[in-house]
């Protein structure tokens, strides 16, 4: 059981570059979300996905875009890399049921480092 | 949105003593869930302790202890027999069990201990 993990770990982008960072869990979660922490500051939601076909927007969504096509996997997309993009991004998952006992928790994997020069 | 306030940027203890972390937030949610997540240098995320705004007792996880004053809206972390591998990043996060249960996170207490 891997958990959440997260390809790359690190990436260097130019301006206007494009790129995939890539997020897959083993636990059959439902719900999962993608972050970016910024130097000094806590966790910021970009997208969150309840479950595979569903998607919608967190906190700073601008520049990203995300798909969930099966419940292992969430895929998040830069478009046009700015520099304002440089961040850690991470991946989380977690299991919510309406009926009985909900994990609530998140689970995240291990983070990637990008940079945008 | 939620916020949520860590008023400690950075905090040192003593190897061995006892450290309180403070947090507290802003919603008007009756029903929600307040957790501490611990970041060590590795970057990875670890889940300290949850705490059910319904329940009146306080959680604890061994040495890791919450203060919960829900009418403060006050959500501290007490950590008993610090220990060098308690050196972290600490965030303190709310969650709303809404759609998408979106998590909101402080911007952190870092915290060393002291041989």
């Known amino acids: 059981n891997a958990g959440v993990t997260q390809t790359p770990k690190f990436r260097i982008l130019k301006i206007g570059q494009s790129m995939t960072l890539q997020c897959t869990q083993d636990m059959n979660h439902n719900y999962m979300y993608w972050y970016r922490q910024d130097p000094g500051m806590g966790l910021k939601l970009i997208y969150y996905?309840?479950?595979?076909?569903?998607?919608d927007k967190g906190e700073v969504p601008n520049g990203y875009n995300v798909s969930r096509s099966t419940t292992e996997d969430f895929p998040l997309r830069l478009e046009l890399a700015a520099p304002s993009q440089t961040s850690v991004y991470f991946c989380?998952?977690?299991?919510?049921?309406?009926?009985?006992?909900?994990?609530?928790?998140?689970?995240f994997g291990p983070g990637t480092r990008l940079t945008v020069l | 949105a939620q916020t949520v306030t860590q008023s400690q940027p950075e905090m040192s203890v003593q190897e061995a003593e006892t450290v309180t972390l403070s947090c507290t937030y802003d919603t008007s949610e009756n029903n929600y869930y307040l957790f501490w997540y611990k970041q060590p240098p590795s970057r990875q995320m670890i889940l300290v302790i949850r705490q059910e705004a319904y329940k009146q007792q306080n959680a604890t996880e061994n040495r890791f202890s919450v203060n919960f004053q829900k009418a403060a809206k006050s959500f501290s972390l007490k950590i008993s027999d610090s220990q060098l591998g308690d050196t972290a990043m600490y965030f303190c996060?709310?969650?709303?069990?809404?759609?998408?249960?979106?998590?909101?996170f402080g911007t952190g207490t870092s915290l060393t201990v002291i041989p």
């Open positions: 996060a709310f969650m709303k069990p809404r759609t998408g249960n979106q998590f909101y």
């Open positions: 996905s309840v479950g595979a076909g569903i998607t």
């Open positions: 989380a998952s977690s299991y919510y049921q309406r009926q009985g006992a909900s994990l609530n928790e998140q689970f």
